[in-house]
């Protein structure tokens, strides 16, 4: 090409070819990847704006590619999903959060809830309830201590079905939350009938929130219908201080984002944990 620029829209067979053939690749490295333990788990912390304390994290998971470095959810999560290995990932990432919290409680750092997130595939299974329940009676961590991010389109494809699926999971005593709230398609009219404990207002709402009127008033709307319903709300993705006061200020009770720190290897979450923030 003379000139590449986003105004180009030039796809060229050898690309193409070339495209297909990573992700021919990447396929074929993400069946070995769980036996060659290649997964790790980065995990976010999550503040609560009152006390400035951290009060639980959110687990991501991360592909230590032996050759193509860190590899992104972004690039193999949807893959994952088409293929069906989310299952035995997504089980591996369940069980890998559940163990590290409970280690640390075990540690001294008292009782940190755990987020991770659920793919559609993993929601749909029909041991789902019950391998969850393994889980938590092989690790010893408290049900409390689990959250389950989901997104709108999971839970809105099959409603019925997934509000049976969703009170099993409350009565095991997990947290639910939906995640990049206002994104979505989601129903107000559904979201009463739910039986779920936080929204998660999505980071591309907050980004704007002191720039942009309208996904200022989108923010302010969804904490006050959170609590309005009785549920936690928790915005993330705050990377400015004045994002920060703002949420406060309007009443949001947390945030995770860069501004406190970004997603990060077990040992240096515990250092994370000696600190406290300055609200
Ligand atoms: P998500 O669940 O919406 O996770 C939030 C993403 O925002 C994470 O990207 C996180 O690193 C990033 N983030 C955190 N703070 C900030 C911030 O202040 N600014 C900005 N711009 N971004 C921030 P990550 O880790 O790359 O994960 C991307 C997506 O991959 C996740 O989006 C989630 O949908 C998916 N994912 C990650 N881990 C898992 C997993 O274990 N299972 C499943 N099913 N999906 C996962
Ligand atoms: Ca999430
Ligand atoms: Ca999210
Ligand atoms: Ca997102």
């Known amino acids: 090409a003379k000139q590449s620029g986003r105004d180009n829209y030039q796809f060229y067979t050898p690309a193409m070819n ?51 470095g ?37 540690a001294g750092w008292g009782k940190l809830r755990v987020s991770v997130n659920l793919s559609v595939r993993q929601f749909v299974q029909k041991d789902l309830v019950s391998s969850i329940a393994a889980v938590l009676k092989d690790t010893g961590l408290d049900a409390d201590l689990l959250e389950l991010e989901l997104t709108e389109s999971l839970v809105m494809t099959d409603v019925e079905h997934a509000i049976g699926i969703l009170r099993q999971l409350k009565e095991l005593g997990v947290h639910l939350s939906i995640d990049d709230f206002g994104t979505g398609y989601s129903s107000l009219s559904y979201l009463k009938r739910f039986p779920i404990d936080v929204l998660k207002i999505d980071k591309s ?13 989108i923010t302010v709307s969804i904490i006050s219908l959170a609590h309005s319903l009785k549920l936690h709300v928790i915005a993330e993705g705050v990377e400015t201080q004045e994002q920060l006061s703002y949420l406060r200020r309007h009443g949001c009770d947390e945030m995770q ?12 979450f515990e250092t994370l944990l000696q600190q406290k923030v300055d609200l």
């Open 18 to 68: 070339e495209q297909a053939l990573e992700r021919l690749r990447i396929e074929g490295d993400l069946r070995l990847a769980l036996e060659r333990n290649e997964f790790l788990l980065h995990y976010q912390p999550k503040i609560d704006l009152r006390s400035g304390e951290i009060v639980g994290m959110e687990a991501l998971i991360r592909w230590q590619h032996p050759e193509l």
């Open 70 to 106: 860190m590899v992104s959810p972004v690039r193999f999560i949807s893959l994952a999903e088409e293929t069906g290995l989310i299952l035995p990932i997504g089980s591996w990432v369940i069980r890998t959060a559940c163990e590290q919290t409970k280690a640390w409680q075990d």
């Open 205 to 217: 709402f907050v980004r704007d929130i002191t720039l942009d009127a309208d996904d200022a008033a």
């Open 257 to 268: 984002g860069y501004l406190f720190s970004p997603p990060v290897p077990a040992e240096q």
